[in-house]
């Protein structure tokens, strides 16, 4: 057995959420308009799976909207960006207070993960390589590793990026040992391979010296808000799902690099990523059933295309 919903960690569905009555023959209506979109899908998955990303994103954006389209793709219902704390959520009537204390172990994590890198010669993903295989229970890793990258995949997803390509180690790997690792590549991340390659020295970090100013025209404030909101959302999808978050991140390094190549200073960097911390974890709390059962999808190894019609399907009936 793959995964027990049990060891997803999320809550169970409330009474009275699943339709019943006339609900059903709406439902029954609605069932050529889902035909349609796992066929459209199906065909996205075709064209991905050839590595012609621009045409899969170009045939999901025909789809937005329509009906049996994506009612999901890019219609994240997002935090004014003067937001940078739950309690500032009470002015525009959202009350996710409850969250502080995840919202404040989610920010140690970011802030302890940067500290790492920062006094530390070795990134943060070679002190990843180097624990591998050094937990006591790797199937609470695999399952963790799971629901990381469900939190980016759904994330992104409503936020209007498209996923290419995502992997996650299978748990009968874990079981044998391997240390249980993901990834979900995206469409429109691609001004990360010249932040790689202008190879920023660490000392520029600690310093505080600002990299490069003029590389701010190079990323629009949208695709940087995306951007870092689908970087911590796996970050986000594991203290919702455990409480806590094990370890350092590699994502957060990424995040810190590109922020510092853009030329924010620590004052405006940490205001940037306060505001993504907020906006990820409440776009994950509005869609738990979404996040958990994408994780399923994805523990099974299901395709991109499948794996979008899933969150689609959950969100027929939510807020998005």
Known sequence: ???QSGSLRCSPPLRGQFPAGGALVRARIKEPEATRRRNALRRVDRVL??????IALSLVRRLQGKPGGLRGFGAAKQVPRRISS????????????SLQS???SMLNSIERSIEF????????LDLENLIKGSYESVCEDHVMCVQHEAGHFLVGYLLGVLPKWYKVSNVEAARKGNYPAGKVEFLGFEFLREVDGANILRRNFSSGKLCNRTNKGKISTNALNRFLCVLLGGLAAEHLSFGYSEGLHSDVEKLNRVLKWLGFTES????????AAVNTLSILVRHEEARCKLAEAMALGRSVGTCIDIIEDTLNDNEI
């Open 1 to 3: 057995m793959l995964l």
């Open 49 to 54: 799976s050839k590595g012609n990303y621009k």
């Open 86 to 97: 739950l309690d500032e959520l009470k002015t525009i009537g959202v009350d996710i207070t």
């Open 102 to 104: 995840l919202l404040d």
């Open 117 to 124: 890198q920062l006094s530390n010669e070795n990134s943060i």
């Open 268 to 275: 405006e960097a940490d205001c940037r990523v306060k505001w």
